[in-house]
């Protein structure tokens, strides 16, 4: 399966951006899926998953409260909102899918990688 995440951009501190995952052959159902995130200079971090069909959620402490994931089972599509960015926010956001259907929190958990989309928060 391929996965595909867009929806990143510049941004400035205070805003928000809605990024989305897809992926081939409905790829996306029946499966547990997650963010993640990498900047630059640093290790690739959890932000947050979601359970198949979509009745768990978890995230980061540095998110709660700010992001929210969620799915579209008809659509076969996941999204990550993500309000009130900071510059630390910065990265290049993942989607990842897990061969389970519960939440994973770690990047080892989880089989198969979209191929990223690039979030700016400037100060």
């Known amino acids: 399966v391929q996965l595909q995440a867009s929806g990143g951009g510049l941004v400035q501190a205070g805003g928000s951006l809605r990024l989305s995952c897809a992926a081939s052959r409905r790829g996306l159902s029946g499966y547990a899926l997650g963010w993640f995130r990498q900047a630059p200079g640093k290790e690739r971090e959890f932000v947050a998953a979601i359970s198949w069909p979509g009745t768990r959620t978890f995230y980061a402490q540095s998110v709660k409260g700010r992001f929210t994931i969620s799915r579209d089972n008809v659509n076969d599509t996941m999204y990550l909102q993500m309000n009130r960015l900071q510059p630390e926010d910065t990265a290049l956001y993942y989607c990842?899918?897990?061969?389970?259907?519960?939440?994973?929190?770690?990047?080892?958990?989880?089989?198969?990688w979209g191929q990223g989309t690039l979030v700016t928060v400037s100060s």
């Open positions: 990842a899918r897990r061969p389970s259907q519960a939440v994973g929190n770690t990047a080892t958990e989880y089989a198969d």
